[in-house]
């Protein structure tokens, strides 16, 4: 779906636009999946709705979402009653999809998904209606650009073993569906979206206030709905046009800032497309590109260069330090290492430069890092009760001292060690 910019005119230019937003997580550190866990990521998103922007109508935002580990027990349970048969988890993803709400361009949309599928030898496995909420407030102009929202589940193939390897298939299927309807140019083709594809995560975003993904989404209220973690996004795109794609998290990550960078990032990335090229991905490396489609947001932009080293065989970590290293040139403090790990990829890749502060996850680890220059602010805690909590202020969940074990690296008394 393509951003919704006006054209180039006077002393316009949409390649200027750029956002600050908030943006936070929380997660059990040993994983135990829960819907409090849920919760308490819709509680830190209600808390930072002071850094998304609101218009004259106080109905309308700029978007807001939630990325969260795939429910399997929600969607066994509610798959049961419409004939479609999931497999063990792990061996299905599920792709969230806004789809045109004109019904000639909606069909043709999810042909070319269900056609794209069966091309990469993968399965069908059915579609689901996504419940929401049409009694909740809604601002008519939001109303009007409202998405049909619909899930199609996947499930493996036989040429695929384990769920690294559906996951890379699910990337591929995105884009190559992504690609086709695009070439179709069919006039509601601009609502088109995948938010998200995936047998680990799934993305409930819109463009929607921070008190109002929880009302909307009726599957986060069902208590069958359990994760490990949860990260949560409220927009404020300064100057943009906020569209229901645009909203965070996206994929991987939820971004507060923006990537002063992202021309010549970009370019670096088309001027190497040809010469890219993975031993994981193999042939398939040839079907993603082009990467980034014009007019993407910054974080859009970052989001699908993360997804691309991660798919590539690059661990999550490693592929975010490669994008947003640390200021090591002349650091003579730290550890050499880590500074001989910056200047090797340093060759390989430009830095995609802040000010930025940037959660992400892959759905088995969640993290956060700033830009070099510190720029945008994050806080986080431990709490002895195994949850990580970050945001880009404190106090987004309320937590009593007692519980708190750490502090942004620093221990609470003797509480660790």
């Known amino acids: 779906m393509d951003m919704a910019f006006p054209n180039e005119q006077g002393m316009y230019d949409p390649a200027n636009e750029h956002d600050a937003c908030g943006v936070g997580f929380v997660a059990h550190i040993k994983g135990q999946k829960s819907h409090h866990i849920i919760e308490q990521g819709l509680l830190i998103l209600k808390n930072i709705d002071h850094r998304g922007a609101v218009g004259a109508d106080a109905l309308a935002g700029d978007g807001a979402g939630i990325l969260i580990q795939i429910p399997d027990a929600l969607f066994r349970k509610v798959t049961l009653t419409q004939g479609i048969v999931l497999p063990p988890m792990g061996d299905y993803g599920v792709a969230m999809c806004f789809l045109p709400q004109e019904a000639a361009a909606r069909a043709a949309c ?12 993968q399965v069908v496995l059915g579609w689901r209606d996504v419940p929401v909420n049409h009694d909740m407030p809604m601002s008519p102009l939001i109303k009007a650009t409202e998405p049909v929202i619909r899930q199609l589940f996947i499930g493996r193939g036989n040429d695929v073993l384990v769920t ?14 992504s690609h086709a309807i695009r070439a179709l140019k069919l ?158 990829h340093a060759a390989m890749m430009e830095p995609w430069d802040g000010p930025a502060a940037v959660a992400f996850t892959d759905g088995r680890q969640i993290g ?18 195994d949850l990580v909590v970050m945001a880009s202020e404190s106090g987004v969940l309320p937590i009593s001292e007692e519980h708190i074990n750490k502090k942004n690296g620093v221990c609470n008394r003797a509480k660790c060690s």
């Open 110 to 121: 999810e042909e070319e998904i269900e056609r794209a599928v069966r091309a990469e030898k």
């Open 164 to 177: 690294d390897a559906l996951e890379r298939k699910l990337y591929i299927i995105r884009k190559r569906a």
């Open 187 to 344: 006039k509601y083709g601009g609502e088109y979206y995948i938010p998200s594809c995936s047998a680990r995560t799934i993305n409930y975003k819109g463009l929607l206030l921070a008190d109002q993904v929880g009302e909307y989404y009726l599957d986060l209220q069902d208590p069958a709905c359990i994760s490990a973690l949860a990260l949560v996004h409220q927009r404020f795109s300064t100057n943009t046009f906020p569209t229901w794609d645009l909203a965070h998290p996206f994929r991987y990550i939820a971004h507060n800032g923006e990537i002063n960078t992202l021309r010549g990032n970009v370019n670096w990335i088309r001027a190497r497309e040809k010469a890219i090229s993975s031993p994981v991905l193999g042939k398939d490396i040839d079907k993603i590109w082009p990467l980034i489609y014009p007019g993407q947001s910054d974080s859009a932009s970052f989001d699908n260069a993360l997804e691309l080293l991660v798919m590539g065989g690059y661990s999550l970590a490693q592929a975010m330090m490669m994008m947003i290293p640390e200021a090591w040139e002349r650091n003579d403090e730290m550890d050499e290492n880590r500074r001989a790990f910056y200047e090797y």
């Open 368 to 385: 956060a890092t700033l830009d070099r220059n510190g720029l945008r602010p994050a806080r986080y805690l431990v709490t002895n009760d």
